[in-house]
Antibody
Framework: QVQLVQSGAEVKKSGASVKVSCQTS????????ITWVRQAPGKGLEWMGW????????NYAPKFRNRFTMTTDTSTRTGYMELKNLGSDDTAVYYC????????????WGQGTLVTVSS | EIVMTQSPATLSVSPGEGVTLSCRAS??????LAWYQQTPGQAPRLLIY???TRATGIPVRFRGSGSGTEFTLTISSLQSEDFAIYYC???????????FGQGTKVEIK
């Protein structure tokens, strides 16, 4: 079955960077994309960006474009996100989600990774 | 950026009752709208895509409708597992931002 398994919780200092992985299985990696969404404590969902599993094309939310990078490793079917220059308002659960080609909803989700930023 | 506005913020409903949630887009998103359900401590789950197509395994009591700027999610005969937060999401404006509504919480009355 389709699975997206994310790396474990992280605690970072302000100004640091964090990298989260999303290991996928159960579907053809190269005909779907991976989307990253975050959720601050007690808040709603915030779309961060999308990366193609086929050719690595990306679409970043303008808010994150300057300090957010998404990559994939097709050999291990894994997606990665890196967020730099962390601030306290980056404390959130970060989710990866599978995204069909040309239809950008999110049909399978990872379990989420809590990133806590402390000063 | 397309702004998605959901109403109401909270709905108090008794089990077995039906409920209708609304989602409005600040400009047309055609039928490029999805609905998600999120229970506490869990990842969101896709319910509806294309405004009205149920995702795999979603019960028929969930029905999505609308197009353009006005959308609804109707849940008939609420079950205990349906008490959750529901989000709408537009995915119309490539390559710009895809956006979520702020959510509607359906709670037990």
């Amino acid at each position: 079955q389709v699975q997206l398994v994310q790396s474990g919780a992280e605690v970072k200092k302000s100004g640091a960077s964090v990298k989260v992985s999303c290991q996928t299985s159960g579907y053809p990696f190269d005909i779907y994309g991976i989307t990253w969404v975050r959720q601050a404590p007690g808040k709603g969902l915030e779309w961060m960006g999308w990366i193609s599993g086929y050719n690595g094309n990306t679409n970043y939310a303008p808010k994150f474009r300057n300090r957010f990078t998404m990559t994939t490793d097709t050999s291990t079917r894994t997606g990665y996100m890196e967020l730099k220059n962390l601030g306290s308002d980056d404390t959130a659960v970060y989710y990866c989600a599978r995204t069909p080609v040309a239809d950008y909803y999110f049909d399978h989700w990872g379990q989420g990774t809590l990133v806590t930023v402390s000063s | 950026e397309i702004v998605m506005t959901q109403s109401p913020a909270t709905l108090s409903v008794s089990p077995g009752e039906g409920v209708t949630l609304s989602c409005r887009a600040s400009q047309s998103v055609r039928s490029n709208l999805a609905w998600y359900q999120q229970t506490p401590g869990q990842a969101p789950r896709l319910l509806i895509y294309g405004a009205s197509t149920r995702a795999t395994g979603i019960p028929v009591r969930f029905r999505g409708s609308g197009s353009g700027t006005e959308f609804t999610l109707t849940i008939s005969s609420l079950q205990s597992e349906d008490f959750a937060i529901y989000y709408c999401q537009q995915y119309d404006n490539w390559p710009l931002a895809w956006t979520f509504g702020q959510g509607t919480k359906v709670e037990i009355k």
